[in-house]
């Protein structure tokens, strides 16, 4: 059964319709350019209602459950790159999920409202040179004086960091437990002490900003702290199953395509007199990863469906997560070999997909990053926990 009902596809229609107009026929521009414009896209979306599908009303959202913002997901997998949907995907199920979950009503009305209607730009602000997945590891400090956070550190890697009006950034309030240390913070980007140090030069997302910011005496108030001090830490591993929820679901659409197109060039192409699709090992290889797509979108939609009912999902996006990282490398892999040399051409859109799609490995989480979750949360590691 499909967990999508009539609302959830007038949901996916209106969301192909904007990017059949006004997103795909400008990705090779802003593949070209290294960027896009977010402001513009960010607002045509926002006016649609697609940036807060299932964020409050209150706020500008529509109130739907999470499954309403998967359908829209899955449906930007749709997009002619990775780079664009990334950017999206961070506005939405990234930088968002704990202001609208644990903000204060002023905090959320100043910054999750204009997130929702595409009025303001936002960035995660977590990961650091020497603390990606190891979240724990984050040296960023925000000190308190006064009414006030004094923040200093740096941030890399940052999705829309070049372009974002505000970070949701996870610094360092007290010296304590480094899991109880943290909090996460609202920075206004165009703040006193903020830079943008330099827009990273990546293998691929090449249409989606990812910067390298610096804070030096960068002062806050309080109150654009997000909920609790201290739980900051506990608040970002909330986010990081949306985030992995999102990336999952988009990579469904992507892989697909990929073998629908190696499937039609297979079919056309011959070799030595035959089709390389009568080759029984590339027609069974295609089948095989048609397989493994559905059986990942039946573990997302499984993992969404126990979301929305509110039980823990933890281990099962951290399972989702991991399998699209690694099948969405083999995909492309397998895929590109089809093409023989005009899969090495960057004419051809599987070498695209293939840059783009190495990250789904590292970022929101490495593999054994997941892998060390899993090992967690299913018992593994008990023994070692006792003996301490």
Not at 167 to 194: F, Q, W, Y
């Amino acid at each position: 059964m499909s967990l999508y009902n009539e609302q959830h596809l007038e949901i996916q229609r209106s969301a192909r319709k904007f990017i059949e107009a006004e997103i795909n026929p400008n990705v090779d521009r802003w593949e070209a350019e290294g960027i896009y414009p977010a402001h513009e896209i960010m607002k045509k979306l926002g006016s649609l209602g697609m940036l807060g599908i299932h964020k409050p009303e209150a706020y500008g959202g529509l109130g739907l459950d999470y499954s309403y913002a998967l359908a829209f997901a899955e449906t930007l997998g749709e997009v002619h790159c990775s780079g664009v949907p990334t950017s999206i995907g961070v506005q939405t199920d990234m930088a968002t999920p704990a202001l609208a979950k644990h903000g204060s009503d002023a905090l959320r009305r100043e910054f999750l409202a204009p997130a929702i209607s595409g009025d303001m730009v936002a960035c995660i602000g977590v990961s650091e040179p020497g603390a990606g997945s190891d979240v724990s590891q984050i040296k960023t400090t925000a000190r308190k004086d006064g009414d006030d956070y004094i923040i200093n550190g740096g941030k890399l890697w940052i999705t829309n960091g070049a372009q974002a009006d505000w970070m949701c950034m996870l610094a360092n309030t007290n010296e304590g437990n480094p899991h109880r240390s943290k909090s996460l913070i609202v920075v206004p980007l165009d703040a006193k002490g903020v830079t943008v140090a330099r827009k990273l030069d990546k293998l691929g997302l090449r249409s989606s900003d990812t910067a390298q910011l610096f804070f030096e005496d960068v002062r806050v108030p309080q109150r654009y702290r997000i909920g609790e001090e201290g739980r900051g830490f506990v608040y970002q591993m909330e986010q990081f199953q949306e985030e992995r929820l999102w990336a999952a679901a988009a990579a469904l659409r992507p892989m697909e395509k990929a073998i629908d197109d190696a499937q039609a060039y297979a079919t056309e192409r011959k070799v030595q007199g035959r089709r390389i699709i009568d080759n029984q090992a590339v027609r069974f290889k295609l089948a095989e990863l048609r397989t493994e797509v559905e059986m990942l979108r039946s573990i997302i939609y499984r993992a969404v469906d126990e979301y929305v009912a509110g039980r823990d999902v933890v281990v099962l996006c951290s399972m989702a997560k991991l399998v699209s990282g690694r099948l969405v490398r083999e995909v492309s892999d397998s895929c590109l070999q089809y093409y023989g040399g005009m899969g090495f051409m960057n004419e051809t859109p599987i070498s695209r997909f293939y840059r783009d799609c190495r990250v789904m490995s590292i970022g929101g989480g490495a593999d054994e990053i997941m892998l060390e979750i899993i090992s967690k949360r299913t018992g593994m590691l008990d023994h070692l926990e006792r003996q301490r």
